[in-house]
């Protein structure tokens, strides 16, 4: 195992000479203020267990979670082949093939009857629609099933703000789930972001001790019966300030996504943020995006780096990532 010192004015600027000497793979062992010629400094120890990769060498990767996203990047370039494969008769067919559900489809053209030129000038006009383009609120609440990214989400976002200027705050309800605290408290260590704690029934209370702030950016437990809409319409009911935001996978199946959107339905849902961006392999699923009654996207998470894999929704971008690798050619030649 390798360890290194590295010494810098601020936090973010430690970080950085970690990431830059030991690679995106470095797990940080301790932070600490240190005086060095009469000024404060922040000392940070890093280690990795491995030699960081020569200049031009592609960093390893290493961990069962990132074998995990390479199985499931690998699933959908399969599916994506399988697609490219296949007879097809008509464009609606060809792009059902591809994952995008009938559902949409049906929305775009009543009958399914339609070009690849009708559904393209559909596309870029409604794609305008699916984009949050309004003021952020001053409390931020990310919600959503487990694993999906939360946490780190709302972390990159409070990165965001605070290099803007902005005081940001950090709220946490999930006090539960084994980690939990130690990882957001890492995060808002090497942030320097002040971290409260607080159970779902207490969130009223607790809002008010942070009310000096410019943004507060709450953490919750996992959608579940012991976290359900029940809590999150409590929470939004707490303070008119409250904005409800729900953390979805862009990779994620549409039917999941219709099933878990007919519970939340009923709740104050702002706006979307995507996450695993960079684990899609066809933009086909993605278009449970125009389901009916769903929000607008706001913010996009591409990779694990905090804060850099981090950015506002785009018509243009979300288009991109619509028609990523899908297929739009209506013959077929045997």
């Given at each position: 195992?390798?360890?290194?010192?590295?010494?810098?004015?601020?936090?973010?600027?430690?970080?950085?000479?970690?990431?830059?000497?030991?690679?995106?793979?470095?797990?940080?062992?301790?932070?600490?203020?240190?005086?060095?010629?009469?000024?404060?400094?922040?000392?940070?120890?890093?280690?990795?267990?491995?030699?960081?990769?020569?200049?031009?060498?592609?960093?390893?990767?290493?961990?069962?979670?990132?074998?995990?996203?390479?199985?499931?990047?690998?699933?959908?370039?399969?599916?994506?082949?399988?697609?490219?494969?296949?007879?097809?008769?008509?464009?609606?067919?060809?792009?059902?093939?591809?994952?995008?559900?009938?559902?949409?489809?049906?929305?775009?053209?009543?009958?399914?009857?339609?070009?690849?030129?009708?559904?393209?000038k559909q596309l870029k006009a409604r794609v305008t629609q699916r984009v949050d383009t309004a003021k952020l609120a001053k409390?931020?609440?990310?919600?959503?099933?487990?694993?999906?990214?939360?946490?780190?989400?709302?972390?990159?976002?409070?990165?965001?703000?605070?290099?803007?200027?902005?005081?940001?705050?950090?709220?946490?309800?999930?006090?539960?789930?084994?980690?939990?605290?130690?990882?957001?408290?890492?995060?808002?260590?090497?942030?320097?972001?002040?971290?409260?704690?607080?159970?779902?029934?207490?969130?009223?209370?607790?809002?008010?001790?942070?009310?000096?702030?410019?943004?507060?950016?709450?953490?919750?437990?996992?959608?579940?019966?012991?976290?359900?809409?029940?809590?999150?319409?409590?929470?939004?009911?707490?303070?008119?300030?409250?904005?409800?935001?729900?953390?979805?996978?862009?990779?994620?199946?549409?039917?999941?996504?219709?099933?878990?959107?007919q519970r939340l339905k009923v709740l104050p849902v702002a706006s979307l943020v995507l996450t695993h961006v960079e684990a899609?392999?066809?933009?086909?699923?993605?278009?449970?995006?125009?389901?009916?009654?769903?929000?607008?996207?706001?913010?996009?998470?591409?990779?694990?780096?905090?804060?850099?894999?981090?950015?506002?929704?785009?018509?243009?971008?979300?288009?991109?990532?619509?028609?990523?690798?899908?297929?739009?050619?209506?013959?077929?030649?045997?």
């Open positions: 195992m390798k360890v290194q010192k590295f010494r810098a004015r601020t936090s973010m600027e430690a970080l950085a000479k970690v990431k830059e000497a030991l690679g995106e793979e470095a797990v940080i062992l301790s932070t600490r203020r240190v005086k060095e010629g009469g000024k404060w400094l922040y000392e940070m120890t890093a280690a990795v267990d491995f030699d960081p990769p020569e200049p031009g060498l592609p960093p390893r990767r290493e961990g069962f979670s990132l074998v995990l996203r390479e199985l499931e990047e690998l699933k959908s370039l399969l599916k994506g082949l399988e697609a490219s494969m296949a007879p097809r008769s008509t464009f609606f067919e060809l792009l059902v093939h591809q994952g995008v559900p009938p559902l949409v489809l049906k929305n775009f053209s009543g009958n399914g009857d339609f070009n690849k030129e009708g559904f393209l409390v931020v609440v990310y919600f959503g099933p487990a694993g999906v990214g939360k946490t780190t989400s709302l972390v990159k976002l409070a990165a965001r703000l605070r290099f803007n200027g902005h005081k940001v705050a950090l709220l946490s309800l999930d006090t539960v789930r084994v980690g939990a605290k130690e990882q957001i408290s890492r995060f808002a260590e090497l942030l320097d972001l002040p971290l409260r704690f607080s159970r779902p029934e207490e969130f009223g209370p607790a809002l008010k001790g942070l009310a000096t702030w410019d943004y507060v950016l709450v953490d919750t437990p996992a959608l579940s019966p012991s976290f359900s809409e029940k809590n999150l319409r409590e929470l939004a009911e707490a303070s008119p300030r409250v904005s409800l935001n729900l953390v979805l996978r862009a990779c994620e199946a549409p039917q999941n996504v219709f099933s878990l959107w899609m392999g066809c933009g086909g699923p993605l278009f449970w995006l125009f389901l009916p009654g769903l929000p607008p996207v706001r913010f996009l998470s591409t990779g694990d780096r905090v804060p850099e894999d981090f950015e506002q929704a785009t018509p243009k971008r979300l288009m991109g990532l619509l028609l990523h690798n899908l297929e739009m050619e209506e013959s077929y030649v045997v």
